[in-house]
């Protein structure tokens, strides 16, 4: 059979949706390789995206759904049809609905990777179920919700417009790209002439190119962004037209920075006063300039005035719609998020959903993951008996992993979709496997703010007893009642999405992406969508719901004699969370669970280059591989995170929480306007294994 390329975009992998040209031979992948003529990555691209053939054809993929036929978690399997799967499902889902009501039943999800996320909430939405657990509350809606209660839009860093500076807070797109936000185009800016600020713990290849590198102690974003408030602030660097006539709350602003002199703040973040006050010039006198922040920002019980703080920088150097600045992107014409999950089904949601019950904000479109896991296992407010999981592996990715794996062994009922046999799904009563993209049609970056989306058509047929998650959820709502609701199939689905924009899926695909209009300065004649039109540097929305309407931030805590080190983390950019550890070709590049220390710290514990060590907090032990590294600041040490290990196959679990991060943490303090726990900046210890 000829060789045949098709067109399409990376899914899954990551948030980055770069544009891939796909090989297929005889009904096999043969080759898959960056798109220089994408219109949206331009030719960018990760090894992640490139092993789309082995993720396809690897052994350890799931093919057939699984029922438990042993104790839960024992690896002992019975494979059924997907009739049997999806009665059980319905099956146990009605009988938990009748006995107990929809609060009894709950659904969970990781990242978005197209349009699945939004039939999940639209299947619990028209169930009147109000759990739908996610990683939201440490995933992007804390920068989303702070920016809408403060601009009205979340702000996207325009890297193709005229930028004099960028300001990297958090975020590495070099090597993990960020939601909408690629390397490629960050680095297009910079050639182009741009500055570069870089705040971040660690040495990045970033870092080094910056023209200022604030190695800030990591947990200290809120102080850092309140000292730049201050110098800005104080040395009349605004824009003075712009706060004059478009902001509100600038007097009390001024008020709430004056405590946070560069003096203090660097004491708090370690970094040198005089780099405070250069970056904080740089950025403000360089007009215009971007602010892109990553999801390091979200990850301590201080993320709601950390990214209030944020917004309020690019407010008030009259960055917010500029070109080269930080952007409102507007949507293509597609179906209205808010039909889509069928949300005015379900007008009692916003009282219902636990986030209610814990007094955090009332906007939030899913229940932050560890409010799902304490109803579990305290049966309170109300008892959850029943879960469906997708598109992710709570085991790994939730905060205080012990609790999560009691709370999973105590559900009446517990299904997982997933690819491969994770430490999740091997808990499970049912397990489904799914289709992976490239094997069905499938619309990406749908539902998210960075006014574009992208095709990803079918290039092969997936495996006989594989379907896709929007299969499964078309099928299991109609099955549970809901038929007029749903669709006659998963293309029914996408035709429905694209229907406003007047293009049918194929026209959609001979495209390739489709973005939304780009407008600037929308301002002048709409005002600002927030209850006084401007940008509220006062909030008055937060005001009304009890919380503080300006940002502080605190000076951090010392250390504790016993735990004398500072833990952060970060994501391998082979990797996607917890996902493709079974992939040779990418776990040869990191075969192993790697904590970064620097080598003063290593020399006082007697550690050596690759020696195994334990790292230890109030919460739990784990134990990885020791990296000796000056790109470190003593006593900051950088754990992995994510890490299972899927060829340990004589262990039902994987080795679950050998190195599992979330084995060190807790959600004992959580943000009280996000419910964002202690991710990173835990103190810890390292012991010589």
């Known amino acids: 059979m000829a060789q045949e390329w098709f067109r399409t975009h990376c899914a899954r992998?990551?948030?980055?949706g770069c544009g891939l040209k796909v090989s297929v031979k005889d009904g096999r992948i043969d080759k898959v390789a960056p798109d220089p003529d994408d219109p949206f990555s331009r030719g960018w691209h990760c090894r992640k995206g490139l092993s789309a053939k082995e993720r396809l054809e690897h052994p350890l993929r799931l093919t057939q759904p699984l029922r438990r036929n042993g104790p839960r978690g024992s690896g002992l399997w019975e494979p059924i049809s997907w009739?049997?799967?999806l009665d059980q499902l319905t099956q146990s889902f009605s009988k938990a609905l009748r006995s107990a009501g929809p609060e009894s039943l709950a659904f969970a999800q990781g990242a978005p990777k197209g349009p699945e996320f939004f039939l999940l909430l639209r299947l619990a939405n028209l169930l009147q179920c109000p759990n739908v657990a996610g990683s939201q509350h440490v995933c992007h809606m804390p920068r989303e919700q702070m920016a809408l209660l403060t601009c009205g839009f979340f702000p996207v860093a325009d890297l193709h417009g005229p930028s004099q500076c960028v300001l990297l807070w958090g975020s590495n797109p070099s090597a993990t790209n960020e939601e909408g936000v690629l390397?490629?185009?960050l680095l297009a800016c910079l050639k182009q002439g741009a500055r570069l600020v870089v705040v971040d713990p660690l040495r990045t290849a970033l870092a080094e190119k910056a023209d200022l590198w604030l190695q800030i102690r990591p947990g200290t974003d809120d102080l850092l962004a309140m000292g730049f408030l201050h110098v800005i602030l104080e040395e009349g660097l605004y824009d003075r037209a712009f706060v004059d006539h478009w902001t509100v709350g600038f007097d009390e602003l001024r008020r709430a920075v004056q405590p946070y002199k560069p003096d203090r703040v660097a004491a708090g973040c370690r970094v040198d006063p005089a780099q405070i006050v250069s970056a904080a010039r740089l950025y403000a006198q360089s007009r215009p300039a971007c602010l892109q922040w990553g999801n390091a920002v979200e990850h301590t019980p201080n993320s709601a005035d950390t990214c209030r703080a944020l917004v309020h920088l690019m407010a008030v150097t009259g960055n917010?719609?500029?070109?080269?600045?930080?952007?409102?992107?507007?949507?293509?014409?597609?179906?209205?998020?808010?039909?889509?999950?069928?949300?005015?089904?379900?007008?009692?949601?916003?009282?219902?959903?636990?986030n209610h019950h814990h007094g955090i904000l009332p906007r939030l479109i899913s229940v932050p993951s560890w409010m799902v896991v304490q109803s579990i296992l305290q049966q309170a407010p109300y008892p959850i008996r029943c879960l469906y999981v997708q598109g992710t592996n709570p085991m790994l990715s939730y905060s205080e992993a012990r609790s999560v794996k009691k709370a999973l062994e105590s559900l009446d009922f517990l299904a997982v979709a997933d690819q491969v046999m994770t430490p999740t799904a091997a808990l499970a009563d049912v397990v489904l496997p799914v289709a992976l993209p490239m094997e069905y049609d499938d619309i990406g970056h749908y539902g998210l703010p960075h006014g574009f989306v992208t095709a990803r058509p079918k290039v092969v047929d997936p495996p006989e007893g594989c379907r896709s998650d929007v299969w499964i959820l078309n099928e299991w709502g109609k099955r549970l009642g809901l038929a007029d609701r749903f669709w006659d199939g998963p293309e029914a689905v996408l035709e429905?999405?694209?229907?406003?924009?007047?293009?049918?899926?194929?026209?959609?695909?001979?495209?390739?992406?489709?973005?939304?209009?780009?407008?600037?300065?929308?301002?002048?004649?709409?005002g600002f969508k927030t209850p006084s039109g401007k940008v509220e540097l006062r909030s008055s929305l937060l005001e009304k719901w009890g919380f503080r309407p300006l940002p502080e931030a605190e000076d951090p805590a010392p250390l504790?004699?016993?735990?004398?080190?500072?833990?952060?983390?970060?994501?391998?950019?082979?990797?996607?969370?917890?996902?493709?550890?079974h992939l040779d070709s990418l776990r040869k590049n990191h075969p192993q669970p790697v904590v970064w220390i620097p080598h003063e710290t290593a020399a006082q514990l007697g550690i050596e280059e690759?020696?195994?060590?334990?790292?230890?907090t109030a919460h739990g032990r784990i134990r990885q591989r020791a990296h000796l590294t000056d790109a470190l600041q003593h006593p900051v040490v950088s754990a992995d995170y994510g890490w299972w290990f899927p060829e340990r196959t004589d262990d039902p679990l994987r080795g679950w929480d050998a190195a599992n991060l979330n084995m060190l943490t807790a959600v004992d303090r959580t943000d009280p306007v996000m419910a964002t726990p202690q991710v990173r900046a835990i103190p810890c210890r390292i012991v010589p294994v």
């Open 13 to 16: 992998f990551d948030h980055g």
């Open 83 to 85: 009739d049997q799967a």
């Open 183 to 185: 390397g490629g185009h």
């Open 320 to 354: 917010l719609e500029e070109p080269g600045g930080n952007v409102r992107t507007e949507m293509p014409r597609l179906m209205p998020l808010k039909d889509m999950i069928a949300l005015d089904d379900f007008p009692d949601r916003p009282k219902k959903l636990l």
């Open 496 to 526: 429905a999405i694209l229907a406003p924009s007047g293009l049918s899926y194929r026209e959609f695909c001979e495209k390739g992406v489709l973005f939304g209009p780009k407008r600037f300065r929308t301002y002048r004649d709409k």
């Open 560 to 581: 504790p004699n016993d735990f004398p080190l500072l833990l952060t983390s970060r994501k391998p950019k082979d990797f996607f969370h917890s996902a493709y550890r």
């Open 610 to 616: 690759g020696q195994d060590v334990a790292i230890e």
